[in-house]
């Protein structure tokens, strides 16, 4: 493997972090001082302020000639293919710009200098429609001088949950750099029963080789819900639509934690390899907010964007969210549960129903999830952190329902199970102070796997000794045959595209299958420190 200038930086930290902590329990993350005091509820989420807008497709513009057709800065690379980039008719186009922004994470707090889509934190939600391709530019204005020294100024975009091609899907080495620009395509295929297809929460986000936590650190993150013909994004709509609740009524809450300089600057431990952690809690970029809410259900769309951190969320009023979607799949059934837990990157979309609220009732969004360094979360903790206030302050009709049956599984276990033919094994571990996939560091010269179109497989995701790697498999949604030998518990019994595993999780075994698309495609721990250390494979799908 070539190893550049920043991996020998990143590798030679990670030796030098053993022989730092020794047998310390605690990583150096953990030894920053506390970030300053900050009064909780003071900002509201609002369209604008936390409440990202959404992205609006601009006039078809011409894919050729594009300045921005990048090969890689070292020029080892060239994967975009440059060229008349030929898309359907129907194609929606967007432009978005990356750029420096200062954002207000508290108002007790100086603004930071952030990196945002179109200067949005979170970036602006882009809405896609199963049946309605998307070309999406990506224009990297990021600016030549960087006061804050977190991140770097190159980027790949990677829509997580999406069916894309290999040079559409963000692969972390084929990035693009300030004054480029890079164009992605996103097919959102139509559903003929055997390709598997977005269907809820999809996200993107930076995934820039080696520097991926930081970037998304740095405010490289935003939603990509996908509406379909069952999940019409109109919760009005009649039946066989779902009629979940939409509009102004359905909502998108990422959930990140972020640590602050005794000024409340941002700071980030680039020594700490087990997995940032921040002791101030964020949702939608702001230190815990308040959202007014009307008597009425509500679908949240909880997204997971830290970079090493777990949450268990219950509300405090002790009412039970309603569960229609893991990841990018709704779910067969509802499942109705009083708390989950979310591991960094996974998706849960409830519904919570305040109709039984009182106006002026205050309800708390809580995790208590204990968490003390980026390897494992601990127990719950009780009370635990209020992450977001509800106010109920309104009444509001309510059209919506939460029918019984959301989406069937056509093609599942019992239609693939017969079918396989390959097991694979995949160990995730610690080696020489840093993380490897069956022993070995991300290699964009290896291919770990290749398996053929359309043809499931069974692999069984390991892990050693005492850490969790929440495992992200791009191009597919599987489903979890087991955990431990056991049927998974129900809220991962859906489609997935991620899955944690470690510590107290144990290993799974996953029904895997690759549609629509041949190629190479990575698959790697999302908790983005072990990320950008190379805990990182590739396969590639032959056809
Ligand atoms: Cu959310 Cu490969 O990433
Ligand atoms: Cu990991």
Redesign the pocket.
Known sequence: MDLGRRDLFRLGFAGGAVILTGGLRTSRADNLPSSPNTTPFLYELLPGRGIPPVAQPVPPFPTLPDPGDTINPDKSMPFHVSGPRVVPNNTEFYKIHIKAVEHSFHPHLPDNLLWGYDGSIPGPTIVSRTGTPQLVRFFNDLPAVDPVGIGEPIDAIHRHGGFQAPEDDGYPLDTFSRGESRDYFFPNTLEDGLTQNEHATLWYHDHSIDITAQNVYRGLAGFYPNFNQLDTGNESDLPPALGLPSGQYDIGLVLQDRQFDKSGFLVYDSFDHN?FLGDKFLVNGLIQPYLNVARRKYRFRFLNGSS?RFYNLVLSNGRPFIAIATDSHLLEHPVTVSNFTIAPAERVDVIVDFSGASIHDEIFLVNRQGQTDGRKPDKLVSPGTPLLKFIVNRDAADPSRVPATLLPVTVGPQQLLPQVKVQRRFK?ERSHGA?VINGEFFDENRINAKPREGEPEVWILE?GGG?????HIHLTEFFILSRNGVKPPPLEQGRKDTVVI?SSFGSVAILISFTGFTGRYVFH???I???DMR?MGQFEVQP
């Open positions: 997995g090493a995730f993380w892990s850490w969790a790697h929440p495992v470690g721990c999302h908790n420190e072990h990320e805990m």
